[in-house]
């Protein structure tokens, strides 16, 4: 594996064609993105999208996102581009918001994980861009981790993980928005949100002056049923520590669950939005925005498994609109833990 350095905003040419070459060629890229870095393949080369579910470990039934450089691309990939698309790529692209389309032919079923719909995205990111364009493909791309894991917002994060199944990594610093894009199905009646993200739904439903309805929550156990949204498994952006939350100020309820820890032996860390004392081996102030905030997360989660963490407590955030992307990210990295 090899890795690129390169400026975040002025990439040079030669080392995004390097990438781009590699991508044409079948080989899988580890690219920024403004959300988290991306693990990169050609989406039309079913050889090199299995690749990307093999890196991961992902199951087969959990699509990927096709990022692409602007909307004409983003066209070419569905047959159908509702009023409503048009609106929102005006308004958020580039940008973190993926769009979920009825496919083309042209899409392969092993991007889609055999749904007739395609997700597409045409990220904000000079790099990411400059690499779509180079390319001349499609590039299907998750989130650079392995499956259930924490996704990384450095590349130091995807090459401590997945080192032995990327080729090449582009590394252009720490990425800005930090948590992964906003999910927006379109292919049925109504404009369905499937995963929160940086784009809110108020921000939606602003710009197409109409009611976005949410997704059920957790896709449905048994398994004949249809599952909105394929890749909502509930654990989900976990560290390998177990993640405790308490309510927001609560220095009482923080105290006991980090004294019930250390009496078991287990190594403690702490996400605290307020300058409250927590007994815990390792403290992590953080933001106390939620943009902040969701910069700073994963960060944050891949620090605590470095140093050891065997439980980390997390100080609740708000409950607005504003901040249910962090939220779900906390809750799905809590579930079952
Ligand atoms: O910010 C992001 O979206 C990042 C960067 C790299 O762009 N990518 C990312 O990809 O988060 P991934 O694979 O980790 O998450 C993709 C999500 C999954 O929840 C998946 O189930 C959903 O999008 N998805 C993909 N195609 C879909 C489809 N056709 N219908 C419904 N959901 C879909
Ligand atoms: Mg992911």
Request: negative net charge; hydrophobic residues 45%; aromatic residues 4%.
């Given at each position: 594996m090899e890795v690129i350095r390169v400026d975040a905003e002025h990439p040079d040419a030669a080392s995004v064609e390097r990438a781009a070459v590699v991508l044409r060629r079948g080989g899988l890229v580890a690219f920024p993105t403004e959300t988290v870095y991306g693990l990169g393949g050609n989406a039309l080369d079913t050889e090199a999208v299995a690749r990307i579910f093999r890196a991961k470990g992902r199951p087969t039934y959990n699509p990927l996102i096709v990022h692409v450089a602007d909307s004409k691309a983003a066209r070419a990939l569905v047959t159908r581009w509702p009023d409503a698309a048009g609106r929102l790529a005006a308004a958020f692209w580039p940008?973190?918001?993926?769009?979920?389309?009825?496919?083309?032919?042209?899409?392969?079923?092993?991007?889609?994980?055999?749904?007739?719909?395609?997700?597409?995205?045409?990220?904000?990111?000079?790099?990411?861009?400059?690499?779509?364009?180079?390319?001349?493909?499609?590039v299907a791309a998750p989130s650079a981790n392995p499956s259930t894991r924490v996704s990384p917002t450095t590349a130091t994060h995807v090459a401590r993980t997945l080192e032995a199944e990327v080729d090449l990594i582009l590394d252009a610093g720490p990425a800005s928005v930090g948590i992964e894009s906003t999910v927006l199905d379109l292919s049925g009646a109504e404009p369905t949100l499937l995963r929160p993200g940086a784009v809110g739904r108020e921000e939606i439903e602003a710009a197409l002056g109409s009611p976005v309805s949410l997704a059920a929550a957790h896709p449905p156990e048994n398994a004949s049923a249809p599952r909105p949204s394929p890749g909502m498994l509930e654990r989900h952006y976990a560290p390998r520590a177990a993640l405790r939350?308490?309510?927001?100020?609560?220095?009482?309820?923080?105290?006991?669950?980090?004294?019930?820890?250390?009496?078991?032996?287990?190594?403690?860390?702490?996400?605290?939005?307020?300058?409250?004392?927590?007994?815990?081996?390792?403290?992590?102030?953080?933001?106390?925005?939620?943009?902040?905030?969701?910069?700073?997360?994963?960060?944050?989660?891949?620090?605590?498994?470095?140093?050891?963490?065997?439980?980390?407590?997390?100080e609740d955030v708000p409950g607005d609109g504003a901040w249910a992307a962090v939220r779900d990210r906390l809750r799905r990295a809590a579930h079952g833990s």
């Amino acid at each position: 594996m090899e890795v690129i350095r390169v400026d975040a905003e002025h990439p040079d040419a030669a080392s995004v064609e390097r990438a781009a070459v590699v991508l044409r060629r079948g080989g899988l890229v580890a690219f920024p993105t403004e959300t988290v870095y991306g693990l990169g393949g050609n989406a039309l080369d079913t050889e090199a999208v299995a690749r990307i579910f093999r890196a991961k470990g992902r199951p087969t039934y959990n699509p990927l996102i096709v990022h692409v450089a602007d909307s004409k691309a983003a066209r070419a990939l569905v047959t159908r581009w509702p009023d409503a698309a048009g609106r929102l790529a005006a308004a958020f692209w580039p940008g973190p918001l993926t769009l979920v389309l009825p496919k083309a032919a042209a899409v392969p079923e092993a991007v889609t994980a055999g749904l007739s719909t395609v997700a597409v995205r045409v990220p904000a990111h000079a790099v990411a861009l400059a690499l779509l364009r180079a390319a001349g493909v499609p590039v299907a791309a998750p989130s650079a981790n392995p499956s259930t894991r924490v996704s990384p917002t450095t590349a130091t994060h995807v090459a401590r993980t997945l080192e032995a199944e990327v080729d090449l990594i582009l590394d252009a610093g720490p990425a800005s928005v930090g948590i992964e894009s906003t999910v927006l199905d379109l292919s049925g009646a109504e404009p369905t949100l499937l995963r929160p993200g940086a784009v809110g739904r108020e921000e939606i439903e602003a710009a197409l002056g109409s009611p976005v309805s949410l997704a059920a929550a957790h896709p449905p156990e048994n398994a004949s049923a249809p599952r909105p949204s394929p890749g909502m498994l509930e654990r989900h952006y976990a560290p390998r520590a177990a993640l405790r939350l308490f309510p927001e100020g609560d220095a009482e309820a923080c105290g006991r669950l980090a004294r019930q820890a250390s009496e078991a032996g287990l190594t403690t860390g702490a996400l605290l939005r307020t300058p409250i004392e927590a007994p815990v081996d390792h403290p992590y102030p953080m933001p106390a925005t939620h943009d902040g905030y969701a910069r700073l997360l994963y960060a944050a989660l891949h620090a605590m498994d470095d140093a050891g963490c065997d439980v980390i407590l997390v100080e609740d955030v708000p409950g607005d609109g504003a901040w249910a992307a962090v939220r779900d990210r906390l809750r799905r990295a809590a579930h079952g833990s």
